[in-house]
């Protein structure tokens, strides 16, 4: 065997090693915390619970990038983020690219909660971790901006992607109008967040079980921050507008 083409072999085995890794990590993390936030969740007083339940989190999505920088040939560039950490009641907006989204972004943001699927917070590896950090359930429009209003009157930052889904078209599929009517409704601002990966892991075309294509590189950018709005059609347009132009351009 030549041996470029010997390293090409050793090079896809490293990343199947990685893909190996990174999802063997992510279920260990979430299984040692599922018995403690099973436990604790009936017994602990609200406020007390949810703070421990978003520290653990992040702390858990902080380590588990960073065996994804040491050990899985990624590279996180998140520093952005860093500005909105002490932020109450704000509305992440963010590009849906790969299943890491959610991952990145509360590993930074140690107040935030995100919009989940009622199959995912009855999952029995999500589930008790989500519960306990009162992450905002979405069995549908109505209970969504009910729990979603209640969140934001705490204090919280709530992630959403209001593409509803991972980007199919990119570079931004249409958006939804919840996260208009929710901003609305509480009366809160939106803070736009630019996701950026060098390959499509892990998104909708991408199945579970295939290797990423290393090195991997995600970027977190800032967009605009927009004001609590009065018009959601409008809103939801503008916002639309100023997540396809930031990702048609290329970051400075």
Partial sequence: MRPRASAGVLWRAYERLAMAIGLGTLAL???????????????????PAQRLGRSVITLAFRFYLAVLSLLCGCRFD????????????????????????????????????????????????????????????????????RNGCQALAEGAQVVLFP?????????????GRTLGVLAKRAHVPVQAVLLEYST?????????WAPPVLPLVCTARLGCRFDPPSD????TQALEQHLRAELTTPAP
């Fill in 200 to 208: 499509p892991y892990l998104g909708k075309r991408w199945p579970l």
């Fill in 163 to 175: 593409e509803g889904s991972r980007t199919q078209q990119f570079p931004l599929d249409p958006l």
């Fill in 78 to 145: 998140l520093s952005a983020l860093d500005a909105l950490q002490r932020e109450r009641s704000l509305i992440i907006a963010a590009n849906h690219p790969s299943l890491l989204d959610a991952v990145v972004l509360v590993s930074r943001l140690p107040n935030a909660v995100c919009v989940m699927k009622a199959s995912l917070l009855d999952n029995i590896l999500f589930g008790a971790a989500a519960r306990i950090a009162r992450y905002v359930r979405n069995d549908g429009a109505a209970q969504l901006l």
């Fill in 232 to 235: 959601h059609p409008a809103f």
């Fill in 29 to 47: 993390l979430c299984l040692a915390w599922l018995p403690f936030a099973a436990l604790l969740y009936p017994v602990l007083p609200r406020v």
